[in-house]
């Protein structure tokens, strides 16, 4: 089992980045995925989940309006569309998949698969 996320990197305040995440092993169709971030000196945070029950997507405050999390299931991937970055949203992000992931939230039960982060950095 294996998650892969790619797309991180250097952008402009304002600027777009789109995060990929590639499932092997795991057919993300049974699972809850979600994006979670983890900034200098701070505790990791959900940032957008895709539930298990329905994939309704759940969005923290902080990105909601900015940034859209999407599955796709025939590739078995997951995306990060991150729109009108903010110096804020400067972090490692990592992709996850869960046996179970609550509606409307990302708090998640059961077997948790996480991959390697990858680094998002807004500055001018």
């Known amino acids: 089992v294996q998650l892969q996320a790619s797309g991180g990197g250097l952008v402009q305040p304002g600027g777009s980045l789109r995060l990929s995440c590639a499932a092997s092993?795991?057919?993300?169709?049974?699972?809850?995925v979600g994006w979670f971030r983890q900034a200098p000196g701070k505790e990791r945070e959900g940032v957008s989940c895709?539930?298990?029950?329905?994939?309704?997507?759940y969005y923290a405050d902080s990105v909601k309006g900015r940034f859209t999390a999407s599955k796709e299931r025939f590739k078995n991937m997951i995306y990060l569309e991150m729109d009108s970055l903010k110096p804020e949203d400067t972090a490692i992000y990592y992709c996850?998949?869960?046996?179970?992931?609550?509606?409307?939230?990302?708090?998640?039960?059961?077997?948790?698969?996480w991959g390697k982060g990858t680094l998002v950095t807004v500055s001018s």
């Open positions: 895709i539930s298990t029950s329905d994939d309704s997507a």
């Open positions: 996850a998949a869960f046996d179970t992931v609550v509606i409307g939230s990302c708090t998640h039960y059961g077997n948790e698969y």
């Open positions: 092993g795991l057919p993300l169709d049974y699972y809850g």
